[in-house]
């Protein structure tokens, strides 16, 4: 088990999960759509207004974060990077360091739930703004979580979501 992303751009809202009978979501999954669920309470606001349901979209990409454990090792490695804490400092206090936009992504669910457009725009803009410096020390493996995150947010600035699954 582990932690995939899936990254939209331009999606377009076609129907209410509720609304969906068995042979529906058959053909939705058919056509290509995307099934978006409601994001945990704690971080609705990350949805940016959009509905769960089912939704078309244009762009997309996908990459496998990790097993929860590793995940949780590189996210630890980008709030030392970006805030020289551990994340575990901006889950205590996320109000403290919303002044940059990636602690949207470390205090955020590590299993299911989606981060909209208006935020991705935020958080893509401030993981480019990362100083070289900040990150010189990372292995391998944390240059390619960085990347993948960045590229992600960036399609979905596009009317689109990141979905985390």
């Known amino acids: 088990m582990g932690l995939d992303i899936t ?3 331009d999606i377009e809202f076609v129907q209410s999960l509720g609304d969906t009978s068995p042979n529906q979501a058959d053909e939705f999954y058919s056509l ?5 669920y409601e994001n945990d309470p704690a971080f ?3 949805g940016d207004g ?15 974060a990790g097993s929860y454990g590793g995940y949780n090792m590189r996210r630890r490695s980008l ?13 205590k206090d996320p109000d403290t360091y919303t002044h940059n936009s990636v602690s949207l992504l470390i205090h955020f669910t590590d299993c299911d739930g989606f981060i909209g457009p208006v935020t991705s725009k935020k958080i893509y803009d401030d993981l480019i703004q990362i100083p070289e410096v900040a ?12 990347s993948n995150f960045t590229a992600a947010f960036k399609l979905a600035s596009q009317n689109g979501v990141v979905r985390f699954s």
């Open 50 to 64: 959009l509905e769960p349901g089912w939704y078309k979209r244009d762009g997309s990409m996908g990459f496998r």
């Open 7 to 9: 990254a939209y751009s």
């Open 32 to 36: 290509g759509y995307t099934r978006i």
């Open 79 to 91: 709030a030392q990077a970006v805030f020289a804490v551990e994340p575990e400092e901006i889950w």
């Open 135 to 146: 990150i010189s020390q990372w292995e391998l493996n944390e240059y390619d979580f960085l």
């Open 44 to 46: 609705t606001e990350r």
